[in-house]
């Protein structure tokens, strides 16, 4: 059950062939079965630095369920937590529950975790011709562990493995909230949450758990079965995996590597991804990336007399001090919308917002002005009147027509002949 792994199922078929004499087992037992036969903490690690301080591993470490199986994790909020737990024993639990991961300052050799392992040699098979080592996966706090970008680190060789670590921070802007899923192409974790136990509860926005939560729902439909690695809750049946499902998983083995083809994009062919997973993991709008680079050096600075039995060095720490940020932000807000136009407008037209403003209120005015004109008849006041009279009396040359003549005044003829 130990070859049980994604995506090689295929080697547990081309074992049971090579080894017809097989023990059948109930299913239901071999969770428990597999956390009696892996090795201890203390059987696997030597010594636990952290920052260049030794602790007990074991104070340190957690179970961690991984679609290689069972493993031990360091500051991951997707592990197992167990009663006996340090107090100091990442991530740290706050009283309404929340998981606090370490953090670290600082870059370089030996500023981060460095482990050395013991040569688990004696755990093969005997006629197992594999290279011996560990496997090693990087992810944030948040991540469930991706096997697909593990490191493998062979005991046999006389090396020192070095894992850099460079950390870049994709942040949303608010301004992505007035936008629907559809239009950004990214969720916020806030609208999405894994329901899986065994995945991140904490209500993680990383698209890996996606992915394997999708493997482990397809698994399940397709075999009716879990890998016995995941302790699931949500799911019908409580039946593992075992001997009589191997066909079955190695059938779909090619189904789970590839996920739905994007119908809005090209380059897509249907003969590149014949079979596929059904499930939409669209990508999160907020996110922090690791990039990692593992270098090999000769174990020449540990003395061999202190580990007298064969081990594994491996020291994971951050490149740099600091971290790339990025902000996904919209490109046009309805403010620069704004900005665009009234900036159009006095490129193409010389004028201003204000002034298109200006003239709009003129028009305005003049339509209620020639409505007020020719649908109401003004009848002159006797003001009116003697105003006409009067500028008449002082010059007849002058003042025969009036700067203003109010409706219904009759000038005399002579007055008609006048002319300016």
């Not at 006996?84 to 975790?113: C, H, Q, R």
């Amino acid at each position: 059950m130990e070859i049980l792994q994604y995506p090689y199922y295929k080697d547990l078929i081309d074992f049971a062939e090579t080894n017809p004499v097989l023990i059948d087992f109930p299913s239901e037992n071999i969770s428990d079965l597999m956390l009696k036969l892996m090795p201890t903490v203390d059987e696997v690690f030597d010594t636990c630095y952290w920052r260049g301080t030794g602790f007990n591993c074991s104070d340190i470490l957690r179970l961690q369920r991984t679609e290689e199986g069972f493993c031990y994790s360091f500051n991951s909020k997707t592990s197992e937590r167990m009663a006996n737990d340090s107090e100091f024993n990442p991530p740290i639990a706050k009283p309404n529950g929340k998981l606090i991961p370490l953090k670290n300052n600082v870059a370089g050799k030996m500023t981060g975790l460095e482990l050395i392992m013991k040569s688990l040699v004696t755990e093969y098979f005997p006629n197992d011709k594999r290279s011996k080592g560990y496997n090693i996966m990087i992810h944030t706090p948040e991540d469930f562990p991706d096997i697909s970008s593990s490191y493998k680190v062979y005991s046999e060789l006389n090396q020192s493995s070095r894992i850099s670590v460079s950390v870049s921070h994709i942040r949303a802007d608010d301004s992505l909230h007035r936008l629907d899923e559809k239009d950004r192409k990214c969720f916020f974790y806030e609208t999405r949450t894994t329901k899986t136990k065994n995945f991140p509860s904490s209500r993680s926005n990383a698209e890996d758990n996606c992915f394997s939560e999708c493997r482990l729902k397809i698994t399940y439909k397709m075999c009716n079965c879990t890998p016995y690695y995941f302790d699931v809750e949500v799911i019908e049946s409580k039946q593992q995996c075992g001997i009589e499902h191997i066909q079955c998983l190695s059938k779909i083995k090619v189904l789970q590597h590839n996920a739905r083809e994007s119908e809005e994009e090209f380059g897509f062919l249907k003969w590149s991804a014949q079979e596929f997973m059904n499930c939409s993991c669209p990508h999160p709008c907020s996110f922090v990336g690791y990039t990692t680079e593992i270098r090999n050096y000769a174990k020449d600075f540990l003395a061999y007399t202190t580990f007298p039995h064969a081990y594994t060095h491996i020291e994971v720490h951050y490149k740099e001090r600091f971290a790339i940020s990025y902000l996904r932000s919209m490109k046009y807000t309805t403010q620069d919308l704004l900005v665009t136009f009234g900036g159009m407008a006095s490129l193409f037209l010389g004028c201003s917002l204000v002034s298109v403003v200006e003239l709009i209120y003129v028009i305005y005015k003049s339509l209620i002005m020639f409505k007020h004109r020719y649908t109401k008849v003004h009848t002159p006041s006797k003001h009116e009147q003697q105003l006409v009279l009067y500028r008449r009396q002082r010059n007849a040359f002058h003042f025969c027509k009036p700067l203003y003549k109010p409706p219904g005044i009759t000038l005399p003829e002579f007055c008609e002949k006048v002319k300016y």
